[in-house]
T-cell receptor, first 116, second 116 residues
Framework: GAVVSQHPSWVICKSGTSVKIECRSL??????MFWYRQFPKQSLMLMAT?????????EQGVEKDKFLINHASLTLSTLTVTSAHPEDSSFYIC????????????FGNGTRLTVT | AQTVTQSQPEMSVQEAETVTLSCTYD???????LFWYKQPPSRQMILVIR??????QNATENRFSVNFQKAAKSFSLKISDSQLGDTAMYFC?????????????FGQGTILTVHP
């Protein structure tokens, strides 16, 4: 079946530094990818939608200058958390869709970010 | 704005028994999808079942079935013959208005524990 891979699975970084999370579709071309954020034992909240070759669309309240999203190819989207702070610590999950009619949504395995 | 509400933060069930998880939602759309996702301790999001609103017949997938009441905007999940591997957090999800199913609004989640 279709697989979406996220890397890294977990990362610890110091406050003030930036960290990049990759989301790859391994066996299909993902025209659209979505980034979600999840706090412990809470729901997933959509952060942004990225379409290949165009600027990401951010949800209300999400700082686009802090959460940089790039979708440079049909198989890769990246989320960069810039100048990370402890409150950015969370679980980040990407998902991808191929754009074909009735194609399912595939989720990555998630990235746990801890900012110290 | 659309909403998804899961009013049961935690549920528990004995192995082999049946349990029902509740979900209510609000949307202005007439045709839409509804989903139940499972998130086990691994944090991987797994699609459990999908319902299309224009279909009156309730969706079933092996031990999982839904009770979809469109007028009442209710979408409950029934798990029959519960297994230890069903222990997970379960989310009800509704696509954003005007979209298919990439951009999702998730409910708060229900933590289900299956006891041996």
């Amino acid at each position: 079946g279709a697989v979406v891979s996220q890397h890294p699975s977990w990362v610890i970084c110091k406050s003030g530094t930036s960290v990049k999370i990759e989301c790859r579709s391994l066996d299909f071309q993902a025209t659209t990818m979505f980034w979600y954020r999840q706090f412990p034992k809470q729901s997933l909240m959509l952060m942004a939608t990225s379409n290949e070759g165009s600027k990401a669309t951010y949800e209300q309240g999400v700082e686009k200058d802090k959460f940089l999203i790039n979708h440079a190819s049909l198989t890769l989207s990246t989320l960069t958390v810039t100048s990370a702070h402890p409150e950015d610590s969370s679980f980040y999950i990407c998902s991808a869709i191929s754009g074909l009619y009735n194609s399912p949504l595939h989720f990555g395995n998630g990235t746990r970010l801890t900012v110290t | 704005a659309q909403t998804v509400t899961q009013s049961q933060p935690e549920m528990s069930v004995q192995e082999a028994e049946t349990v029902t998880l509740s979900c209510t939602y609000d949307t202005s759309e007439n045709n839409y999808y509804l989903f139940w996702y499972k998130q086990p301790p691994s944090r991987q999001m797994i699609l459990v079942i999908r319902q299309e609103a224009y279909k009156q017949q309730n969706a079933t997938e092996n031990r999982f079935s839904v009770n979809f009441q469109k007028a009442a905007k209710s979408f409950s999940l029934k798990i029959s013959d519960s297994q230890l591997g069903d222990t997970a957090m379960y989310f009800c999800a509704l696509p954003y208005s005007g979209t298919s199913y990439g951009k999702l609004t998730f409910g708060q989640g229900t933590i289900l524990t299956v006891h041996p």
